[in-house]
């Protein structure tokens, strides 16, 4: 359902399932654009892994920088297919996922630079291998997690059928929250809009950057929107109450 111009109540339980479509589809939208990131990020996690087959010395600092920048370029390619930036896990179980994709590569990596210094480079490369595989399913895992992390806030509908105040807000400030930023185009498609038309979801846009609760910017060709501390702050709240099956008025 695409949505309103005009902002209203809803009752809680209705107001709960659209969201919970509108996560689907930043998930699905998440999922669709991962698997080549994946792939990418993992070839250098497991290069990065490799470097010290190089020895110590000035080839193997320009290798591991030419790697890192490889690594972030592919993070910015991702983000700009993806029409989102996403800088921090969407709840625990992508954290614990994400902290554990970190400590097996950084493992390898410390594995990878003894045998290096105890003259066993061969094993180097079998390492990077394994470091490679690992990482390829650690970051498929991490962003199935991610995924259904986005999701799970409103995985359990509220019975609850008391009217929520300004419904429409809360439909935007949901879709932007488990993001650092999105396009409004992207925001627009994520909340059942299509072929581009999205003047209500800008009109609401421009009324939350007006109260300090969104952030607009135009740096690159679309403009893209994100969440204030203050929008975070009220979200928080405000799904709280809902949860609790309380009118989760603005301000909450």
Known sequence: MAIETTDHSAPIHDLFRTVAEDRRRLAQRFRRASPAASLAQSVCFA????????????????????????????????????????DLPAGWRSWAVGFALAVVVLGLAVTSMALAVIGQGGWIALTAGAGLVVSFLGVAAYDRTFAADVVRPFART???????????????????????????????????????????????????????????????????????????????????????????????
């Open 47 to 86: 290069l990065i892994i490799a470097v010290p087959a190089l020895g110590v010395g000035i080839p193997t600092i320009v290798a591991f920088v030419v790697v890192v920048g490889a690594l972030v370029g592919v993070e910015m390619f991702f983000r700009r297919r993806l029409g989102m930036a996403i």
């Open 158 to 252: 509220p019975r609850s059928a008391a009217p929520f105040a300004d419904a429409q807000r809360f439909r935007l400030s949901a879709a932007l929250r488990p993001v650092t930023s999105a396009r409004v185009d992207v925001l627009a498609e994520s909340l059942g809009h299509g072929n581009g038309e999205q003047p209500s979801v800008q009109g609401h846009l421009s009324a939350l950057e007006r109260e300090g609760l969104v952030s607009i910017t135009h740096a690159d060709a679309a403009p893209s929107a994100s969440l204030t501390k203050a929008g975070r702050r009220e979200f928080d709240g405000r799904l709280a109450a809902g949860l609790r099956g309380e009118a989760g008025e603005t301000g909450a």
